[in-house]
């Protein structure tokens, strides 16, 4: 079963404008990362935040983490064009396991 | 480094063939993982190792897929035989494994279609 679901699955934004995307998961976690995918690319990592985090900034990302309400956020300042992609949060659970659970993603626009 | 490397990155193929996936994961890293991913379904991980030993398969849909690490810089996934629904795009990752659920390391992926 999955484990994060990112809201919304689609979102189409001006340059220079913020982009927020949500993920909502079920269970205890280890930590929390976020990726990116390009077009027809492999998937690459932006942010790791770990479960006693609760913000995390990386350049222009912010990330935060409420895990009484097991739902994390990305934020993107100021997006450029290239910012276009597809956003994926993945959860680790506790335990141990290296297993990462992947959501279905958010497809990012940003237009000129 | 060059990354994770995986070939090819397109296979066409017809039904009832054979169909082998490569990969090299990054030099060092403990852990190596295969995905799929469609539309309809999103990211799977179908297998995953450590230290060259699979730990955990229940991802596998069906025993037409197998998967080998025969060492620490080299892993197959195998399709025999193959079927439509297979099309996918088939992608490694690699993670050192320092620490739990640690980052993964994805490579470009194969786009396997099955006619």
């Known amino acids: 079963s999955q484990q994060g679901e990112e809201d919304p699955q689609a979102l189409s934004i001006q340059e220079g404008e913020n982009a927020t995307m949500n993920c909502s998961y079920k269970?205890?976690?280890?930590?929390l990362q976020w990726y990116r995918q390009n077009s027809g690319r492999g998937l690459v990592h932006l942010i790791l935040i770990r479960s006693n985090e609760r913000e995390k900034h990386s350049g222009r990302l912010r990330v935060t983490l409420d895990t009484s309400k097991k739902s994390s956020s990305l934020l993107i300042t100021a997006s450029r064009a290239a910012d276009t992609a597809s956003y994926f949060c993945a959860t680790g659970a506790r335990g141990g396991s290296e297993k990462l659970v992947f959501g279905k993603g958010t497809k990012l626009t940003v237009n000129p | 480094d060059a990354g994770v490397i995986q070939s090819p990155r397109h296979e066409v193929t017809e039904m009832g063939q054979e169909v082998t996936l490569r990969c090299k994961p990054i030099?060092?890293?403990?852990?190596l993982f295969w995905y799929r991913q469609t539309m309809m379904r999103g990211l799977e991980l179908l297998i995953y190792f450590n230290n060259n030993v699979p730990i955990d398969d229940s991802g596998m849909p069906e025993d037409r897929f197998s998967a080998k690490m025969p060492n620490a810089s080299f892993s197959t996934l195998k399709i025999q035989p193959s079927e439509p629904r297979d099309s996918a795009v088939y992608f490694c990752?690699?993670?050192?494994?320092?620490?739990?659920?640690?980052?993964?390391?994805f490579g470009p992926g194969t786009r396997l279609t099955v006619l």
């Open positions: 269970t205890s976690i280890n930590n």
């Open positions: 990752a690699s993670s050192p494994g320092t620490s739990s659920a640690d980052t993964q390391y």
């Open positions: 030099s060092g890293h403990d852990y």
